[in-house]
């Protein structure tokens, strides 16, 4: 991810914005974009929540379409290693 930014005002007004709030260019700039964002009505954080939400739905998705095991259901921490050899079964 990386953004270059040529215009001259633009770096002018991130440090001025810096300065001012004491944060980081990155940080005033962001703060800046968020609220722009909110005043035209949305929100700056559905997008990423959104794409939280759909790695979340592919994951039980994919959980309740695998095949049921067999074999008996775990009742203990036990049954998580074979016998024979101690190791995780």
Known sequence: ???N???PR????????AGLTGKTQTGA????LEQLIVS????P?????NAQQDRLDHIIDWFWSAPADSEAPLQSVE???DDATGLPA
Do not use: F, P, W
């Open 1 to 3: 991810m990386s953004l």
């Open 5 to 7: 930014i040529k215009n």
């Open 10 to 17: 633009v770096h002018r007004l991130a440090r001025e914005a």
């Open 29 to 32: 700039i962001q703060e800046a």
């Open 40 to 43: 035209y009505g949305a929100d």
């Open 45 to 49: 954080d559905a997008t990423e929540i």
């Open 79 to 81: 049954d998580l290693y």
